[in-house]
């Protein structure tokens, strides 16, 4: 593998203009690792906007099959990194080489995917309304809808997921799937496995043929600002803390000409308890659910930060097995130190609350993580107190235990929005948890039953989104097919000569899409 350039990548190029070099290090051990990265220029970022909306005067009209090309091009690439990439991109977060081929996988997976969707054409939702020249009393002029990309997107990398959320993650898929250019900003936790990934990008623009602007990276602290400040912009992904995604929205709200920033940012992922499941099962349940609370050192944004169930003996059954299975957990290393800092911390402010008591879990020591969990009176939850409300990324949930149903629908409504919510019951008292799912329904974006939330299948089903603060826009997903909808705007053709149509609107439409052609779907050209 050739070494690192640790520069920027602008319209296709590399640029390195800044003085400021940056530093990626070993998760394990927090040393630094060979080479540096320069930190992106005010003209820089400037550049890479500009190169990105050059691109899109070409790539936003290209046919869809060839931008499906490009995306295929992009996954074959990532697919034939060998196994010194799996090496690096170990070193940079700690992740086992089985997790990163399968995050691997699931990237090119959802690249292809998209491809797919692009290839299907149903993306473009194309609305046909034919002329009516003997309408009265107006006559009806011809009038087409189909939906185009907004423009060049930035996105920037999380560091959960140094693949599958990252350089070439859903929302670069989804944008460059929507006909939007890209420039991504670098995530500082894993530079290195980011240069790598844009490079297998790059590479697949130029054998496809694509526009060199594209995409574009830039790496540095400080830029993202700029960068969604930057006139140019036509939209914002984001996957990352409520504070950081807060601050995004705003600034994107101040702009002269204000965007949309699709952020997904904080979410604690409640998990109820029915009893007669844990009168059936009560032991499964508490060996699922620890399972679910540690797995990949707590790092997904769906942990089940967050478990209720009604005042039982196998409720208080439950909770002594599941803290004996959580403090029985080897400790883990996590991301990278900030993310261990930001653990510790939270679980230090549980810990101090009079209204929290801590049930299990080693002290913290050394450089990982150890497992934690805690219980926490109602009441908290019944008057929105903030502090039970806020995500504690890393291996920790909560248990609330309260009266009754009543009291239960109550402790519901004080929740705030999440990516997900869990029904764990038995069929009997599913068949009348239809409050229940009515309530939840309005509360977040998934309802799962008998199930973990950890595992996000990408499909065209799944929504992995939902009311603030697990998302700033409700109306979309950051995971799934449907994902590419947050990139595109409609526009509407008067009296279009047919040769001037895109090409989802033309009379000789050769791909087999579904339109709506007054009013009706059709898979015909009209």
């Keep these: 593998m050739p070494q690192l350039s640790g520069h920027n990548f602008i319209a296709g190029g590399r640029s390195a203009a800044g003085s400021v070099l940056l530093?990626?290090?070993?998760?394990?051990?927090?040393?630094?690792?060979?080479?540096?990265?320069?930190?992106?220029?005010?003209?820089?970022?400037?550049?890479?906007?500009?190169?990105?909306?050059?691109?899109?005067?070409?790539?936003?009209?290209?046919?869809a099959a060839r931008r499906a090309e490009f995306l295929d091009a992009i996954a074959a690439e990532l697919d034939a990194l060998g196994d010194d990439f799996v090496a690096l991109v170990s070193r940079e977060t700690a992740l086992p080489?089985?997790?990163?081929?399968?995050?691997?996988?699931?990237?090119s997976g959802q690249m292809r995917l998209f491809a797919q969707?692009?290839?299907?054409?149903?993306?473009?939702?194309?609305?046909?309304?034919?002329?009516?020249?003997?309408?009265?009393?107006?006559?009806?002029?011809?009038?087409?809808?189909c939906r185009l990309g907004v423009g060049p997107v930035a996105v920037f990398g999380a560091s959960n997921f140094p693949l599958a959320f990252s350089t070439a993650g859903g929302d670069t898929a989804a944008a460059l799937a929507a006909g939007c250019p890209v420039v991504f900003k670098a995530h500082s936790g894993h530079m290195a496995t980011a240069e790598r990934v844009a490079e297998a990008i790059v590479r697949a623009a130029e054998k496809t043929g694509m526009?060199?602007?594209?995409?574009n990276m830039i790496f540095g602290s400080g830029v993202g600002e700029v960068l969604v400040k930057h006139p140019l912009i036509q939209a914002v992904g984001f996957t990352g803390s409520l504070k950081g995604g807060r601050a995004l929205c705003d600034m994107a709200a101040a702009r002269p000409q204000p965007i949309p920033v699709f952020a997904e940012m904080s979410s604690i992922n409640p998990v109820l308890l029915l009893p007669e499941a844990l009168a059936t099962r009560g032991e499964q349940i508490a060996a699922e659910l620890a399972a679910s609370v540690v797995m990949?050192?707590?790092?997904?944004?769906?942990?089940?930060?967050?478990?209720?169930?009604i005042r039982s003996p196998q409720f208080s059954a439950?909770?002594?097995?599941?803290?004996?299975?959580?403090?029985?957990?080897p400790g883990q290393t996590m991301l990278n130190a900030g993310g261990l800092r930001s653990y510790v911390q939270g679980c230090d402010a549980l810990r101090a609350h009079p209204q929290i008591r801590h049930l299990a879990g080693a002290a913290q020591q050394g450089q990982q993580a150890r497992a934690q969990v805690f219980q926490a009176d109602v009441s908290l939850l019944l008057s929105g107190a903030?502090?039970?409300?806020?995500?504690?990324?890393?291996?920790?949930?909560?248990?609330?235990?309260?009266?009754?149903?009543?009291?239960?629908?109550?402790?519901?409504?004080?929740?705030?929005?999440?990516?997900?919510?869990?029904?764990i019951g038995e069929p009997t008292e599913l068949?009348?948890?239809?409050?229940?799912?009515?309530?939840?329904?309005?509360?977040?974006?998934?309802?799962?039953?008998?199930?973990?939330?950890?595992?996000?299948?990408?499909?065209?089903?799944?929504?992995?989104?939902?009311?603030?603060?697990?998302?700033?826009?409700?109306?979309?997903?950051?995971?799934?097919?449907?994902?590419?909808?947050?990139?595109?705007?409609?526009?509407?053709?008067?009296?279009?000569?047919?040769?001037?149509?895109?090409?989802?609107?033309?009379?000789?439409?050769?791909?087999?899409?579904?339109?709506?052609?007054?009013g009706e779907n059709t898979n015909q050209a009209v």
């Design 386 to 423: 903030e502090l039970l409300q806020e995500e504690v990324f890393g291996p920790a949930t909560v248990l609330v235990e309260v009266a009754d149903r009543t009291e239960l629908l109550a402790a519901l409504h004080g929740l705030h929005g999440q990516l997900t919510a869990t029904l």
């Design 211 to 215: 526009p060199a602007g594209v995409f």
């Design 117 to 145: 969707t692009l290839r299907r054409g149903d993306f473009y939702a194309a609305r046909i309304d034919l002329p009516l020249p003997a309408r009265q009393p107006l006559p009806r002029v011809d009038l087409r809808q």
């Design 97 to 107: 080489a089985g997790r990163i081929q399968g995050e691997r996988a699931r990237t």
């Design 296 to 309: 990949g050192a707590g790092q997904f944004c769906t942990n089940p930060g967050l478990v209720i169930g």
């Design 23 to 63: 530093h990626s290090v070993d998760a394990s051990t927090g040393e630094a690792l060979p080479g540096a990265f320069v930190q992106a220029t005010l003209a820089e970022v400037d550049a890479a906007a500009n190169a990105a909306a050059q691109a899109d005067q070409l790539y936003r009209h290209l046919p």
């Design 318 to 329: 439950f909770i002594q097995r599941l803290s004996t299975l959580i403090g029985e957990q």
């Design 431 to 518: 068949g009348h948890a239809g409050e229940l799912v009515t309530l939840l329904e309005r509360k977040v974006g998934r309802v799962l039953v008998n199930g973990y939330p950890t595992g996000v299948e990408v499909c065209d089903a799944m929504v992995h989104g939902g009311p603030w603060p697990a998302t700033s826009d409700a109306r979309g997903t950051s995971v799934g097919t449907l994902a590419i909808e947050r990139f595109l705007r409609p526009v509407c053709y008067q009296n279009f000569p047919d040769a001037l149509l895109p090409q989802a609107l033309q009379n000789s439409n050769p791909l087999h899409l579904t339109r709506l052609v007054n």
